[in-house]
């Protein structure tokens, strides 16, 4: 039994294997004694060196940690952890009287805390995590470092802290019941909701050597601060939040405000933001989201506006509980990139956790522009959606897909008819787009249909884009579970001016046409691509470089490793001559190598200027 241990011990484990990693050298040197060890414990791994003592309670009712860690190195990668280089060391010491977390007493350093990657290193000199009883039955728990601080205190049980809330939002709207029956039951047989009332901060600034090893695309986050109290007995709830900026890849955020607050008969919350900008050209003005929660229904407002007058984008609706269903309603005035649509007035959703559901009389118009989306099923069984486009006219898109104001036009026509999407999901596409327009020049027309088999899952797809000098299609199969592609594409005539849309930054300026046939097959990171291009009557300016080329005729063949240019004859702006010939090997477009013979007797390269070529300049 746990309490008549008493006995000294000695061990050492040379080898274990974790992971796909085998460890070396674990050793262990201490007295076991009723229900605790103490001792030490210590290994010399080379990927992981730490050196423990302490005491570690074992079947104790009231377990009392002592413990002393110190780490040398733990290499993440070596063990299996982690998929790049990532190291640790640090010093931690614990103390905890109480593990209860409703009573938890703690106190736990971390010193000289490293993280380093291949290239960057985080180094902070301590962080402290300590829990504390105060006066009146009171508790603190807190955080503090450089970078972070964070704190809890007042009256509360930790552990029964999303309960309370749950519970507590459930007297404004039936929360717990939408998430999940399991949480409904459970809260039914609860015992009331133990005495709350604290107050909760957070601040938090930059650290930038840790997000580049984390969170690399984090590029700023300045000064995050949230405030908050709540006591669910005298419905006292409030948050306030601050973010001055956060920049995260291509995304901003500016001046972005948090604010909820709660009296006996709603809870109001609303976030707003000076600023919300995602690439050059998608940008959300003043955008602000706006909850009211309150008699069984949520009401919520999205919108992106100038001015009072001038809004661009804007929804609001209701969400309200019908026991045993939830209905969603919209308004019926929308407002999509700056322009009015109306939503019919009749649009509904209706679903139960376990049972039906159905999205009805979605139907969206402007004008003579009209989308419909109806769809039904069961929370268990089948379902079945379907997406309809009348003269939809794709050039208020343009800015969601980060392209200036009208960059893109055309008008869409077709459906789109999904089935058994919950289950075992399978489509049918029949879509066409007249006029495609690319930066004021029309592409062509473009069909698509495609098709997904239920008793396999594979995609069957024809799609062809036809009219204004442009003369291509292709068609193939897609299996979705070995992720297997093969398809042909004949390309009949390509105009440079078109193929100048789909590579921006790489040529422009384009004249002549291109011409081919291409099947590619095999997985899909990894396809094999074989075929034939031809160039006739190109030329094109090359961004890079600014200089326009000339061919007058060419052939480059593609094979699954190789692209042989052939000998292809250039002229310069000065229609100086130049041969290219030879191939680029390759395997499937990675690891390239070049056996390429350029013969000219003077040729233009460059027709830069100290602005467009920082490298040569």
């Known amino acids: 039994q746990p309490a008549d241990w008493a006995s000294n011990?000695?061990?050492t484990l040379s080898q274990f294997r974790y992971r796909n990693y085998t460890y070396d050298s674990l050793h262990l040197q201490g007295q076991l004694e009723p229900f605790a060890f103490e001792g030490e414990a210590s290994m010399s791994d080379p990927n992981l060196q730490f050196l423990y003592t302490g005491r570690l309670p074992i079947a104790d009712s009231s377990p009392v940690y002592r413990a002393d860690l110190q780490i040398d190195t733990i290499a993440l990668q070596a063990l299996g952890f982690y998929p790049t280089p990532l190291g640790l060391r640090t010093h931690i010491e614990?103390?905890?009287?109480?593990?209860?977390?409703?009573?938890?007493?703690?106190?736990i350093w971390l010193r000289q805390l490293s993280i380093q990657d291949s290239i960057n290193r985080f180094f902070v000199d301590s962080m402290h995590l300590w829990s504390e009883a105060l006066?009146?039955?009171?508790?603190?728990?807190?955080?503090?470092?450089?970078?972070?601080?964070?704190?809890?205190?007042?009256?509360?049980?930790?552990?029964?802290?999303?309960?309370?809330?749950?519970?507590?939002?459930?007297?404004?709207?039936?929360?717990?019941?939408?998430?999940?029956?399991?949480?409904?039951?459970?809260?039914?047989?609860?015992?009331?909701?133990?005495?709350?009332d604290l107050r909760a901060w957070l601040r938090m600034s930059f650290p930038r050597a840790l997000a580049n090893i984390f969170l690399p695309e984090l590029k700023q986050l300045n000064d995050l601060s949230i405030d908050g109290q709540f006591a669910p007995q005298a419905n006292r709830w409030s948050i306030n939040g601050q973010l001055p900026r956060l920049k995260y890849a291509n995304i901003v955020v500016d001046s972005l405000r948090l604010l909820s607050l709660a009296n006996e008969y709603a809870?109001?919350?609303?976030?707003?933001?000076?600023?919300?900008?995602?690439?050059?050209?998608?940008?959300?003005?003043?955008?602000?989201?706006?909850?009211?929660?309150?008699?069984?229904?949520?009401?919520?407002a999205l919108q992106s506006a100038r001015s009072t007058d001038t809004i661009i984008w804007g929804l609001s609706g209701a969400l309200s509980s019908q026991n045993p269903n939830f209905?969603?309603?919209?308004?019926?005035?929308?407002?999509?990139?700056?322009?009015?649509?109306?939503?019919?007035?009749?649009?509904l959703v209706s679903y139960s956790l376990d049972g039906p559901w159905q999205m009805a009389q979605w139907e969206l118009s402007k004008e003579r522009e009209f989308i419909s989306l109806q769809a039904a099923g069961h929370s268990k069984d089948s379902s079945q959606a379907v997406l309809a486009f009348r003269d939809f006219s794709i050039s208020g898109l343009s800015p969601l897909l980060d392209y200036p104001p009208d960059y893109l036009a055309g008008t869409l026509n077709g459906r789109a008819e999904l089935r058994d999407f919950l289950t075992n999901l399978n489509?049918?596409?029949?879509l066409r787009l007249d006029k495609w327009t690319m930066d004021?020049?029309?592409?062509?027309?473009?069909?698509?249909r495609a098709e997904q088999e239920s008793r396999n899952s594979d995609i069957l797809f024809v799609t062809q884009l036809a009219d204004y000098g442009n003369q291509l299609g292709a068609q193939g199969r897609y299996q979705v579970q070995d992720r297997l592609l093969d398809a042909e594409a004949v390309i009949e005539r390509m105009e440079m001016q078109s193929v100048d849309k789909f590579l921006p930054g790489l040529i422009h300026d384009s004249e002549g046409f291109v011409a081919g046939k291409f099947r590619l097959e095999g997985p899909v990171d990894q396809p094999k691509l074989q075929g034939q291009l031809q160039l006739k009557e190109v030329k094109t300016v090359i961004d890079y470089i600014k200089t326009k080329y000339q061919i007058e005729k060419g052939?480059?063949?593609?094979?699954?490793?190789?692209?042989?240019?052939?000998?292809?004859?250039?002229?310069?702006?000065?229609?100086r001559p130049a041969l290219l010939s030879g191939q680029v090997n390759h395997n499937f477009f990675k690891d390239l190598t070049a056996d390429l013979r350029f013969q000219t007797d003077q040729f233009q390269f460059l027709n830069t200027k100290s602005d467009d070529n920082g490298l040569f300049y």
């Open 427 to 430: 489509y049918v596409a029949d």
């Open 9 to 11: 011990l000695k061990a």
């Open 94 to 107: 614990a103390v905890v009287d109480d593990a209860n977390m409703d009573s938890l007493k703690a106190n």
């Open 267 to 300: 809870v109001q919350t609303k976030l707003q933001a000076k600023r919300i900008q995602s690439g050059e050209n998608t940008r959300f003005p003043y955008p602000t989201i706006g909850f009211d929660v309150q008699n069984d229904s949520l009401l919520f």
């Open 327 to 347: 209905r969603l309603r919209l308004q019926p005035n929308l407002y999509i990139n700056g322009q009015q649509w109306r939503l019919s007035p009749d649009n």
């Open 440 to 448: 004021s020049l029309v592409i062509g027309n473009l069909e698509l």
């Open 135 to 196: 006066a009146d039955e009171k508790q603190r728990l807190q955080l503090q470092s450089p970078f972070l601080q964070a704190g809890l205190e007042g009256t509360y049980q930790l552990s029964q802290l999303p309960t309370v809330w749950t519970q507590w939002m459930d007297t404004y709207f039936p929360l717990a019941q939408m998430l999940s029956d399991s949480i409904q039951v459970d809260q039914a047989a609860s015992k009331p909701a133990p005495a709350t």
């Open 555 to 575: 052939s480059i063949q593609i094979t699954e490793n190789k692209i042989d240019y052939g000998r292809i004859q250039m002229l310069d702006p000065n229609n």
